[in-house]
């Protein structure tokens, strides 16, 4: 596909961005080195600039082509044989190649050789990756997140020899060879309330298990192989409800037997296809344990809530380098915009929210590795999943909107990228569970798994390490982390369902806080701690909404537009 040429030009009355490398755009973009060792980092590099080169650039036009050009479906042939065939428009295709080939974003947790890594690469690679594709295509980095999940879902329950043969293709960089992974959990009786599944699992006269049911809200509907819940015993609830790995082909070569109803037609993601799919006795491998598919089907669920904080977070990146490239370039009444006061109190929320849930992407990643490696550490990555989803994909939808306004009436139009990073942002709030039940979940962490205390021991050690706080703001981020964990935990205590938001969001901000200070030492990025006094001043602290506003320090913005 030819790409159209554009080099940013200062002196034109309205800037357009296209062409910037949108890694070397990105005045946080040494944070990594803090979260790598050093020769990963060292050797990730190279690849990271030429993906911010891509993302700027041929990326962000193929996701804007996709966009326009939504996936179709074919449910017969010609001749008149069933066939459910998605169409997918050569632009997405190529997004494709590049997520599953050349950067191999499904592979890298995974096994060694992807991008010239000996070694299976840690989650903070993966994500600062993911975190940089996302900010061209959103759509895609559902089906590689699924991709990637499933592998790891696989891997842990899966029988030895399914593995052995499953694994490799998904995990394979040929994209010819390569099979997709998708999630089929959703019906329309049972959204969010898993209990009440009722597509049937059966087995044959030869011991051989087969799907009979409808899937409501099943995303990348073609995939090569499906995780899918289904109720294989007589009881109740989530005990009979067990686990499945649908090939999309049998092991003899026939398609499987199920179909495709429809496409769905979303507000955002359109790029890429989610549908609607029957199930008619098709052929799956059990995962795990009869019975118990939720708790299997969880680490699944988890890593996409992860992935999906994870691709809020690059949004938000890419919300603010277009918000930040427009008021450094767009002059009005004889000033640059980035010089206004007004503008600069706006950038620095969009800011602020944006690199909180940078440091969560990585702070989330270091916990998760950790808990692979020492399951006794897992409560601290149990609570750090549902708070990132809660709380960054929440946060990416205000951030998109408030971006699309420094634009202007151009934000509005589908020539620029803000309507489209708009819709998608979303999604998040949305998929592998809503804002509720999420929040629901940081409470059922709590309380099932003792999270709270590891949660608060992470917090004291990152504050130990890192930038100290202002002897002036010292007493109040005291009495505010206090607060925060007391009300967390009395609500979890007491059950208080109607307080679980309140009590998600406070823990985010300590935990972004602390994580900014952390931050702020390690990488020798002051800048850093004074974004951490502004989540304790406008995140933790109550203030009265009529007061006179504190004024921003213009190094924030001017730091922030540096790289750009």
């Known amino acids: ?36 060792p050093k020769d990963l980092h060292a050797h990730l590099l190279p690849h990271l600039q030429r993906l911010g080169a891509l993302a700027g650039s041929l990326l962000d036009e193929l996701a804007g082509t996709a966009d326009k050009h939504p996936p179709t479906l074919s449910v017969r042939s010609r001749s008149g044989m069933d066939v ?101 959990m959703t019906e329309q009786g049972a959204g969010s309330d898993v209990s009440a599944t009722e597509t049937q699992a059966i087995q044959d006269a030869d011991g051989n298990w087969l799907l009979h049911g409808d899937k409501w809200f099943c995303s990348n509907p073609d995939a090569g192989f499906a995780m899918v819940l289904a109720r294989s015993e007589h009881a109740p609830g989530l005990k009979g409800v067990s686990l499945f790995l649908l090939p999309r082909t049998r092991p003899d070569g026939s398609i499987n037997s199920y179909r495709i109803l429809r496409l769905k037609d979303k507000l955002g993601t359109r790029s890429m296809p989610s549908g609607e799919i029957r199930l008619e006795g098709a052929f799956a491998w ?34 603010l380098t277009e918000a930040l490239y427009i008021a450094k370039n767009r002059r009005a009444f004889g000033k640059r915009l980035i010089d206004m006061p007004l503008m600069q109190r706006q950038l620095s929320k969009i800011a602020l929210a944006t690199e909180q849930a940078r440091t969560m992407v990585y702070q989330t990643a ?22 990132i989803k809660f709380r960054a994909c929440r946060d990416a939808r ?64 990152l504050l130990g390490e890192g930038l100290p706080v202002s002897p002036g703001l010292a007493a109040l981020q005291t009495q505010r982390i206090e607060q925060a964990f007391a009300f967390a935990a009395q609500a979890s205590a007491e059950g208080s369902a109607e307080h679980a938001r309140q009590a998600a969001s406070s823990l985010y901000h300590v935990v972004t806080m602390a994580g900014m200070r952390w931050e702020a030492k390690q990488a020798n990025m002051p800048m850093r701690g004074y974004l951490a006094d502004l989540v304790l001043k406008h995140r933790l602290a109550a203030r009265d909404p009529i007061a006179d506003p504190e004024r921003i320090d213009p190094a924030l913005c001017e730091w922030l537009a540096s790289a750009i």
């Open 1 to 36: 596909m030819k790409m159209s040429q554009q080099a940013p030009c200062e002196t034109h009355p309205v800037p357009d961005s296209r062409g910037i490398n949108l890694f070397e755009a990105d005045a946080a973009r040494t944070l990594l080195a803090c979260y790598l």
């Open 84 to 184: 459910s065939h998605v169409d997918k428009h050569p632009a997405y295709v190529e997004l494709e190649r590049y997520a599953y080939s050349e950067f191999g974003l499904a592979a890298l947790s995974h096994r060694g050789g992807v991008l010239g890594w000996p070694t299976p690469m840690p989650p903070a690679a993966k994500y600062a990756l993911t975190y940089l594709f996302v900010q061209a295509e959103f759509g895609l980095c559902c089906p590689v997140s699924m991709t990637d999940s499933l592998a790891r879902t696989l891997r842990k329950f899966g029988d030895l020899a399914l593995v052995e043969q499953v694994l490799p293709m998904v995990t394979t960089q040929d994209f010819d060879t390569l099979h997709q992974g998708a999630m089929f």
């Open 286 to 319: 059990l995962v795990g344990e009869r019975g118990q598919g939720f708790k299997h089907m969880s680490d699944m669920i988890n890593n996409s809530r992860l992935s999906n904080g994870v691709r809020a977070a690059g949004l938000m990146r890419r919300a």
């Open 366 to 387: 270091q916990a998760l590795e950790a808990a692979d490696r020492d399951p006794s550490l897992r409560p601290l990555m149990r609570i750090m999943t549902p708070l």
């Open 398 to 461: 205000k951030v998109a909107g408030d971006a699309m306004e420094v634009r202007g009436g151009c934000g509005y139009i589908e020539e620029f990228s803000d309507a489209r990073v708009l819709r998608d942002a979303h999604l998040g709030s949305i998929w592998e569970g809503t804002s509720n039940i999420v929040a629901l979940d940081v409470l059922r962490a709590i309380q099932k798994e003792q999270s709270l205390p590891a949660l608060r021991q992470h917090v004291d050690q």
